[in-house]
Structures are given as C-alpha cells and as structure tokens.
C-alpha cells in the first residue's frame, strides 16, 4: 500500500494533491516547488503565478462518427450483421475492408465488400439513397440537406 505524503500549513493538513485543488494550481507546480527546495511554507504560501495555474480543457468539436454499409454478394449490411450472418469475428470484417480482400466462406466462396456511406437515425443505418426513398425526396437532395448543416430531425423530415 502507498502512502500520500502530507502536508501541514497553518494548521490544515492535506497531501500534495488536496494543497493543489485548494489552491487552485496544477499539483506538478506545487511538486516542481518542493524539488527545488522550497519549504513546504514557501511553497504553499507564495502566489501563483498565471502559468502555474492549470488550464482550462478546450472542448473540440469531433463530427460524428461515419458509419458505413458494406455491399458484397449483392446485399447491403452493416459489419455487425456481415460477422453474424458469416460466423465471423467483426474484426475480420474490417481487416477485409481496410486492406481490400476478399472474404473467404467456409464453403469456397469468396465475397468482396464495397464500403458505402450508411446515416444513421433512431437506430436505423440505410444509405442515402434509401433514406431519400422512404423520404420521398430525390437522393441530391437528400445530400443536399445532409451537408447543409441542417440539424439531424430536419434532415430526416419527410415533406
């Protein structure tokens, strides 16, 4: 078991950890303070400076995952339902897609998968042209709403 060192400054003790989050300063400032010699009451009573201050994590916008819809044999499915269907692991699925090789079956057929852009909606995975059928729209202008930044419940509004 490890113990935390701790810390005692005007009568409150805590360990290094608890001295930061009071003082609102990266724990590594106090930790560079200590190493150089500081006393622990230099250490925890000097001001801190604004680079000590830890900062703020940047929230940064990630576009949605695309998903995608493997066409092979004629059909078109996800990567899930392809490894359920063949008695596979997905993984080997993707291995096929990535490096583009056929899929070997156990019964000497070999199915080589196309990758198509799939959207995704209340649970369902079709692709564009699908969406814009049971839409009733054509698929441009399926697309049309799809990179226009519209928001996801208007795109998949049907007129």
Same mark, same amino acid.
């Given at each position: 078991?490890?113990?935390? !060192?701790?810390?005692?400054?005007?009568?409150? *003790?805590?360990?290094?950890?608890?001295?930061?989050?009071?003082?609102?300063?990266?724990?590594?400032?106090?930790?560079? !303070?200590?190493? /150089?010699?500081? %006393?622990?009451?230099? *250490?925890? /009573?000097?001001?801190?400076?604004?680079?000590?201050?830890? !900062?703020?994590?940047?929230?940064?916008?990630?576009?949605?995952? *695309? %998903?995608?819809?493997?066409? /092979?044999?004629?059909?078109?499915?996800?990567?899930?339902?392809?490894?359920?269907?063949? /008695?596979?692991?997905?993984?080997?699925?993707?291995?096929?897609?990535?490096?583009?090789?056929?899929?070997? $079956?156990?019964? &000497?057929? $070999?199915?080589?998968?196309?990758?198509?852009?799939?959207?995704?909606?209340?649970?369902?995975?079709?692709?564009? $042209?699908?969406?814009?059928? !049971?839409?009733?729209? *054509? $698929?441009?202008?399926?697309?049309?709403?799809?990179?226009?930044?519209? &928001?996801?419940?208007?795109?998949?509004?049907?007129?």
């Amino acid at each position: 078991m490890r113990r935390l !060192r701790r810390y005692t400054y005007n009568g409150v *003790t805590l360990p290094l950890r608890g001295w930061a989050k009071r003082l609102g300063v990266a724990e590594s400032a106090l930790e560079a !303070r200590l190493i /150089g010699g500081w %006393s622990i009451e230099k *250490t925890l /009573g000097t001001p801190i400076a604004d680079w000590e201050r830890p !900062r703020p994590q940047e929230v940064k916008y990630r576009p949605p995952r *695309t %998903s995608y819809i493997l066409e /092979g044999d004629g059909r078109f499915m996800t990567v899930k339902d392809w490894a359920k269907e063949l /008695g596979c692991a997905y993984h080997v699925i993707y291995y096929c897609v990535r490096y583009n090789r056929p899929f070997k $079956c156990s019964d &000497g057929k $070999c199915i080589t998968f196309k990758r198509h852009q799939a959207f995704v909606y209340d649970g369902v995975a079709l692709r564009a $042209c699908e969406w814009a059928e !049971r839409l009733g729209i *054509t $698929c441009d202008e399926f697309l049309q709403r799809w990179n226009s930044g519209m &928001g996801v419940a208007d795109v998949f509004r049907a007129n």
